[in-house]
């Protein structure tokens, strides 16, 4: 079955940088666009990035020019590259792939301190 583990979470400084990565498994992961969501306390959950099997990207306007995604097919996973962190970007981050359905991984936690 399809299994998504999100790891890399953390607490940082405003300004700081973290990195996300998501291994998947129970797919062909080449063949498949991947995507990174995230739900802050009390607000639903909302799209940050994507990148497609032709490594085509597409960004929230609100992490433009901060974040980065990027996929490894060798390894079957993808990464959330994150750079000059706000409070705002507070969240729990959802690494995220439609095959039929929506798949979620567990989610990895980041806290942006002010």
């Known amino acids: 079955q399809v299994r998504l583990v999100e790891s890399g979470g953390g607490l940082v400084q405003a300004g700081g940088s973290l990195r996300l990565s998501c291994a998947a498994s129970g797919i062909i992961f080449s063949l498949h666009a991947m995507n990174w969501y995230r739900q802050a306390p009390g607000k639903l959950r909302e799209f940050v990035a994507s990148?497609?099997?032709?490594?085509?990207?597409n960004y929230a306007d609100s992490v433009k020019g901060r974040f980065t995604i990027s996929r490894d097919n060798a390894k079957s996973t993808v990464s959330l590259e994150m750079g000059n962190l706000k409070p705002e970007d507070t969240a729990v981050y959802y690494c995220h792939i439609f095959r039929g359905r929506d798949y979620w991984g567990q989610g990895t936690q980041v806290t942006v301190s002010s």
């Open positions: 990148i497609g099997v032709g490594d085509m990207t």
